[in-house]
Each structure stands twice: as C-alpha cells, then as structure tokens.
C-alpha cells in the first residue's frame, strides 16, 4: 500500500466531533471507557485492566509515524472530551484479508452509544483515507452478533466479503472500495 506521509493525526472536524491526536487529558477517560464490559463485550470480550488500556491508547498513537495512518481521538465538539475513538490501523492480524490494506476500526463509549457517533467520525475518517491513502480498499473485522457494528459498517458502504477465525474466534471481514 502506498500512502503520503503522516507521522501525526490531522485534526478533522465534523458537525458534532473533532477527530484529533490523543492526549495525556485521555487517559482517565480512556480507561474508564476500556473497562466497561458493554464497549469490550465484540472487542476482546472482557474489559481490560488501565495499563493494557493505556498501552493500546499509546500504540494507537505509534501508527501514524510508522504507517502514515492511524487512529484519531473522537472528542466531542464542544467539550473537546473523549467520546471514542477509531481510524485506520495495520495491526498485523495474521488474516490473509487484511494483508497490505488499511483496516477500519472504531469504539465509542457505551453513553454515546445510539446518537451516529460512530457513523459520523468513520465517514470522515474515511473521507480522509479516500483522499490521501493509496488504496484501492478498506476492511474491517466485526465479532459475529455485533448487529450496531455492522450496521455502521453498512452505512459506511462496507459489504460482507467472508470470514476467519484466525483470532482463535470467528470474525466477519468487511470490505469498502475506495471512495465506498
């Protein structure tokens, strides 16, 4: 995949959210968001413990210098608080459907849940992949069951191309063709 080179979120504003870097002032509600069983119940299955949160929350960050793309803090507007987060990531899953293309993923925390969210930060995450991202696609992986998921994944122009379980679990693979 060929891309330009970003080593840092750009800051992209939507009606209701800013998409920005992550910052140290994250960190508590970070965590707080990662330790809710109902936002890790399709992403890991158990909520995680606050360094494995803020580890995540720290990786997220390295993939802008080293893929040029990457996960952007999903604040709201008007308080500038975390409200999710998600982007595009390499995270070298081992499934041969996502080798050498961007993957989408988002996670909001569960009192934002409903609102199109989550519909609305991915439409300009993806704005921003089909305008300086060389590939031809995206994918992603949704947990079986995950019906809100697949519901912004639909309204994101992603279709059901298959699935693997080689995360030791059944996931389904997603696939969105440049400008989806």
Not at 31 to 43: L, P, Q
Not at 119 to 144: F, K, S, Y
């Amino acid at each position: 995949m060929s891309i330009r080179a970003f080593t840092a979120p750009p800051v992209i504003e939507t009606d209701r959210l800013r998409l920005r870097p992550g910052r140290l002032s994250d960190k508590d509600v970070h965590i707080a968001m990662w330790a809710d069983a109902r936002v890790t119940r399709f992403i890991g299955g158990e909520p995680r413990a606050p360094d494995v949160s803020w580890g995540k929350f720290l990786s997220s960050a390295g993939l802008w210098p080293v893929m040029g793309f990457g996960y952007w803090v999903f604040a709201d507007k008007a308080s500038d608080k975390l409200v999710g987060m998600g982007g595009l990531s390499y995270f070298g899953r081992g499934i041969a459907e996502l080798e050498g293309l961007p993957e989408a993923g988002w996670a909001f925390d569960a009192d934002h849940w409903g609102a199109g969210y989550a519909t609305e930060a991915m439409r300009a995450a993806l704005g921003w992949a089909d305008a300086h991202l060389d590939a031809q696609e995206v994918r992603c992986i949704i947990d079986p069951g995950h019906e809100a998921s697949e519901r912004v994944s639909a309204k994101l122009g992603f279709c059901r191309i298959g699935e693997s379980d080689a995360l030791g679990h059944v996931v389904a693979i997603y696939g969105r063709p440049r400008g989806g």
